[in-house]
């Protein structure tokens, strides 16, 4: 009888699921989807004091992976809104993305820009990602509130949804 001794190590890399850092879209191609007309995306630093940090931990947990970068995207001197890039946790990894606010502080898209977990690449599906479209800080950008789920990717959208009505919060927060 043959000895099948190298047929289980085998089986098991087969069966491992494969993480892959895949980047859906750069942060100049998502900016330029989103303010089509901006002529200059200009930085925003952020300077955020104590107050600042437990009024967002209050809005959103956890709290982002890191502070987000932010742009004003402008039209020559007309100012078109607001433009962050920000990482929330998925299941085990980030998730890169990017939230478009117009000038008035409502949600004009979001974009996946980077996924890495082996499941719940589905949110970014257009249909997924349009349910915040419009929304604003008096929204309450909840998950199985007013953002739907999908089912085997909880943990991506509710820490996008999260990370969205963060980012809401901070636009408040952000000189003018």
């Known amino acids: 009888m043959a000895s099948n001794w ?27 989807l989103a303010f089509p007309e901006a002529t200059a995306f200009v930085p925003v630093p952020l300077a955020l004091d104590a107050d600042a ?71 970014r599906n257009e249909r997924w990602r349009a349910q915040f479209t419009g929304k604003s800080a008096s929204d309450a950008v909840r998950l199985n509130d007013d953002i739907a789920n999908i089912s085997g990717a909880t943990l991506s959208c509710r820490h996008v949804s999260d990370g969205v009505r963060r980012l809401l919060a901070l636009h408040a927060l952000l000189p003018a």
């Open 6 to 32: 190298h047929a289980l190590p085998l089986a098991a890399l087969l069966a491992a699921p494969v993480v892959q850092a895949v980047e859906y879209l750069g942060v100049q191609a998502a900016q330029k």
């Open 53 to 123: 940090r437990t009024q967002l931990d209050a809005v959103a947990r956890p709290p982002g992976a890191r502070d987000p970068k932010v742009w004003r995207a402008l039209a020559g001197s007309r100012t078109l809104g607001t433009f962050f890039v920000d990482a929330v946790i998925g299941k085990q990894d980030y998730i890169v993305y990017a939230l478009a606010l117009d000038a008035s502080g409502r949600v004009l898209r979001l974009e996946v820009l980077e996924y890495r977990e082996t499941h719940g690449w589905e949110i």
